[in-house]
Protein backbone atom coordinates (compact mmCIF):
# COMPACT_ATOMS: atom_id res chain seq x y z
CA UNK A 1 0.00 0.00 0.00
CA UNK A 2 2.99 2.53 0.69
CA UNK A 3 4.20 1.67 -2.78
CA UNK A 4 1.66 2.83 -4.27
CA UNK A 5 0.92 5.95 -2.27
CA UNK A 6 4.54 6.79 -2.68
CA UNK A 7 4.19 5.89 -6.12
CA UNK A 8 1.26 7.94 -7.25
CA UNK A 9 3.09 11.04 -5.51
CA UNK A 10 6.10 10.45 -7.80
CA UNK A 11 3.56 10.37 -10.99
CA UNK A 12 1.84 13.65 -9.47
CA UNK A 13 5.16 15.60 -8.70
CA UNK A 14 6.75 14.58 -12.14
CA UNK A 15 3.25 15.96 -13.85
CA UNK A 16 3.08 19.23 -12.26
CA UNK A 17 6.68 19.83 -12.77
CA UNK A 18 6.11 19.06 -16.59
CA UNK A 19 2.62 21.14 -16.42
CA UNK A 20 4.73 24.25 -14.83
CA UNK A 21 7.91 23.50 -17.00
CA UNK A 22 5.29 23.85 -19.99
CA UNK A 23 3.43 26.76 -19.09
CA UNK A 24 6.68 28.38 -18.26
CA UNK A 25 7.83 27.58 -21.82
CA UNK A 26 4.81 29.32 -23.49
CA UNK A 27 4.66 32.23 -21.71
CA UNK A 28 8.19 32.64 -22.42
CA UNK A 29 7.83 31.96 -26.03
CA UNK A 30 4.66 34.87 -26.40
CA UNK A 31 6.80 37.80 -24.53
CA UNK A 32 9.53 39.02 -25.75
CA UNK A 33 12.85 38.87 -23.34
CA UNK A 34 12.50 40.91 -20.21
CA UNK A 35 9.32 42.41 -21.40
CA UNK A 36 6.99 41.05 -18.33
CA UNK A 37 9.55 42.96 -15.75
CA UNK A 38 9.85 45.65 -17.64
CA UNK A 39 6.30 46.14 -17.64
CA UNK A 40 5.94 45.56 -14.43
CA UNK A 41 8.53 47.86 -13.90
CA UNK A 42 6.93 50.65 -16.04
CA UNK A 43 3.47 50.41 -14.13
CA UNK A 44 5.27 50.34 -10.72
CA UNK A 45 7.62 53.79 -11.71
CA UNK A 46 3.83 55.18 -13.53
CA UNK A 47 2.24 54.55 -9.79
CA UNK A 48 4.81 55.72 -7.81
CA UNK A 49 5.09 59.08 -9.80
CA UNK A 50 1.67 59.71 -9.52
CA UNK A 51 1.31 58.81 -6.01
CA UNK A 52 4.54 60.93 -4.91
CA UNK A 53 3.12 64.30 -7.20
CA UNK A 54 -0.49 63.75 -5.19
CA UNK A 55 0.64 63.31 -1.99
CA UNK A 56 3.11 66.37 -2.96
CA UNK A 57 0.39 68.88 -3.87
CA UNK A 58 -1.92 67.91 -0.65
CA UNK A 59 0.62 67.71 2.12
CA UNK A 60 -0.66 70.83 3.09
CA UNK A 61 -4.04 69.37 3.73
CA UNK A 62 -5.19 68.10 7.12
CA UNK A 63 -8.08 66.01 6.24
CA UNK A 64 -5.60 63.91 3.86
CA UNK A 65 -4.54 60.65 4.47
CA UNK A 66 -3.42 57.52 2.38
CA UNK A 67 -3.58 57.85 -1.68
CA UNK A 68 -4.20 54.43 -3.32
CA UNK A 69 -3.52 54.35 -7.34
CA UNK A 70 -4.69 51.66 -10.10
CA UNK A 71 -3.02 51.11 -12.75
CA UNK A 72 -5.01 53.44 -15.30
CA UNK A 73 -8.04 53.07 -13.59
CA UNK A 74 -7.90 55.65 -10.80
CA UNK A 75 -6.58 57.47 -7.86
CA UNK A 76 -7.97 57.14 -4.35
CA UNK A 77 -7.32 60.28 -1.29
CA UNK A 78 -8.79 58.52 1.72
CA UNK A 79 -9.44 61.64 4.24
CA UNK A 80 -11.21 62.18 7.59
CA UNK A 81 -14.10 64.54 5.93
CA UNK A 82 -16.77 63.95 8.46
CA UNK A 83 -20.06 63.30 5.92
CA UNK A 84 -22.09 65.60 8.67
CA UNK A 85 -19.04 68.66 8.45
CA UNK A 86 -20.40 71.45 6.44
CA UNK A 87 -18.07 71.95 4.59
CA UNK A 88 -17.58 68.36 3.28
CA UNK A 89 -18.64 69.27 -0.09
CA UNK A 90 -16.13 71.81 -0.64
CA UNK A 91 -12.76 70.10 0.94
CA UNK A 92 -14.07 67.03 -1.87
CA UNK A 93 -13.74 69.51 -3.94
CA UNK A 94 -10.84 71.32 -3.08
CA UNK A 95 -9.06 68.08 -3.24
CA UNK A 96 -10.51 66.83 -6.75
CA UNK A 97 -9.18 69.64 -8.20
CA UNK A 98 -6.16 69.96 -6.90
CA UNK A 99 -5.24 66.36 -8.30
CA UNK A 100 -6.78 66.74 -11.50
CA UNK A 101 -4.11 69.51 -12.27
CA UNK A 102 -1.41 67.34 -11.03
CA UNK A 103 -3.10 65.12 -13.35
CA UNK A 104 -2.15 67.59 -16.35
CA UNK A 105 0.74 68.42 -15.00
CA UNK A 106 3.96 68.56 -16.89
CA UNK A 107 5.47 65.91 -15.27
CA UNK A 108 2.49 63.10 -15.60
CA UNK A 109 1.36 64.37 -19.07
CA UNK A 110 3.85 61.90 -20.94
CA UNK A 111 2.15 58.88 -18.71
CA UNK A 112 0.22 56.01 -20.69
CA UNK A 113 -3.34 56.76 -20.47
CA UNK A 114 -2.75 59.90 -17.73
CA UNK A 115 -6.35 60.85 -18.51
CA UNK A 116 -8.32 57.99 -17.54
CA UNK A 117 -7.80 58.13 -14.39
CA UNK A 118 -11.04 58.58 -12.15
CA UNK A 119 -10.13 60.57 -8.80
CA UNK A 120 -12.13 59.71 -5.67
CA UNK A 121 -11.93 60.90 -2.55
CA UNK A 122 -13.51 59.32 0.30
CA UNK A 123 -14.78 60.33 4.04
CA UNK A 124 -13.66 58.92 7.40
CA UNK A 125 -16.03 55.92 7.18
CA UNK A 126 -14.16 54.81 3.44
CA UNK A 127 -17.07 56.09 1.59
CA UNK A 128 -16.28 57.45 -1.86
CA UNK A 129 -18.22 61.37 -1.71
CA UNK A 130 -20.62 61.92 -4.11
Known sequence: MKKVVIGFMIICCVAIG???VINYNSEKATLPEGQHMMDR???SREMTLITMNVKEAL???DVVG???TNYQESVTIQTSIKSS???AE?????IEKTV???MKSD???TLSNIDTYEIYVTNEDGEIMK
Not at 90 to 94: C, F, I, Q, T, V
Request: charged share 45%; no cysteine.
Open 18 to 20: VFL
Open 41 to 43: EMV
Open 59 to 61: KDN
Open 66 to 68: DIH
Open 85 to 87: DKN
Open 90 to 94: DLKND
Open 100 to 102: AEI
Open 107 to 109: ELK
